[in-house]
């Protein structure tokens, strides 16, 4: 049991595309617990209107009782409004805007990370923002596109406008999701920026949000976690309650969520093999939390059969 520090620290999941959808999100909540805020992830324009599966994800009544916030992901003013039309009317009151998208479908449309290399497309952004004081609005950046000095332009702007927070992945969009942390720009960007700063990037255990919290203490506003809560689920809880759950304890809680998200599955998806795909990703990123070896089987397995045979 380690002693409290004095203010613990708010625990956001970040949204991962193809992860985090509503039902995964709900269960979490439910079954783990210990994040204060969910994110959606980003809902996007597609052939001059917002997609529906994108829509469908962030409905309120698929998110009854968890804490979401919607995230999209826009080219400029125009984009922002027309996502903005969509999602107020459904009862939203706060959006966070993504700033940090590296893959190229959406950057090479100036979306995502696009942004940071085009402060004109950020002024836009930042009028939408000004004009429309009946929302609350966040911003999820990197540092840049290609060049880890971007975010000093974007900072400027964005100080200018009222925002809940500003989350930041210390890296540029190149290197996507792997490689070093630019802790030195982060450092210089918490200096420069008037917002709340979440912090973003490769928090695994609860070791490395204490090292977090110890670093920055309440110069930061909070964490937010990815991959290390979809390896981990538990560990927002385990932060919150200053403990660890035992190796059984967690597979057995991890069972309950995989189990709950198969029988969803079962009912909206036709077609086992499909269904089987889609229930294998939950164990993408759990590799070192169940074993290499249960890992594989459960890769590996060819039919539905099977795969419930490999379960851990
Ligand atoms: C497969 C995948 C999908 C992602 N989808 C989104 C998204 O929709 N919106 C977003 O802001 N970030 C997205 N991200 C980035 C994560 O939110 C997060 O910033 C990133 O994984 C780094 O945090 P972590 O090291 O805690 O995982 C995605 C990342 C991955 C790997």
Known sequence: MRIFATVMMNIHFAPIQGYTEDVYRRLHNKIFGGVDVYYTPFVRIEHGDVRSKDMRDVRPQFNEGVNIVPQVIASGGGELKMLLDKLIPMGYKRIDINMGCPFPLQTKHGRGAGLMANPEKVKEIAKVIKERSDIQFSV?????????DEWKEVISILNEVPLVQITVHPRIATQQ????LNMEAFDSLLNECKHPIIYNGEIQSVEDILRIEKTYGDKIAGVMIGRGLLARPSLA???KNGTTLSDSQLISKIRELHSHLLEHYQTIIPGEAQQ??????????MEETIGRKNWKKLKKAGNMKNYIAALP
């Not at 089987?276 to 164990?283: D, E, G, H, Q, Y």
Request: no cysteine.
């Open 140 to 148: 999820k950046m990197r540092l840049g596109l290609d060049n880890a």
């Open 177 to 180: 999701y792997k490689g070093e």
């Open 276 to 285: 089987l795909n889609k229930i294998r990703t939950f164990w993408d990123y």
């Open 237 to 239: 809880f385990e932060y």
